[in-house]
């Protein structure tokens, strides 16, 4: 199981979420500890959020990134930016 923080929530009330698939799971856990979020997971997909580079001493930027990983047919995961 991965203890990750869902959007929104903090990392000391984080939910402890329940994934099937190793691969996703190793992908996420990994992610988790770059700072990235879960916004949403299913038993082969997860949207993961991290926010963006801030520019000019934070006025600027700071967008949020979106990455959709998923399992493909292989076993293996794959990611692309949304």
């Given at each position: ?31 988790v ?6 916004e ?40 692309r930016?949304?």
């Amino acid at each position: 199981m991965i203890e990750a923080p869902v959007s929104g929530s903090s990392t000391e009330d984080a939910p402890t979420i329940d994934v099937n698939d190793e691969e996703l799971k190793r992908v996420i856990e990994a992610r988790v500890v770059m700072g990235y979020r879960v916004e949403s997971l299913s038993e082969t997909r997860a949207v993961l959020v991290v926010n963006g580079r801030k520019r000019m001493f934070g006025l600027r930027g700071g967008d949020e990134k979106r990455t959709e990983v998923t399992i493909n047919d292989e076993g293996r995961a794959v990611s692309r930016n949304l």
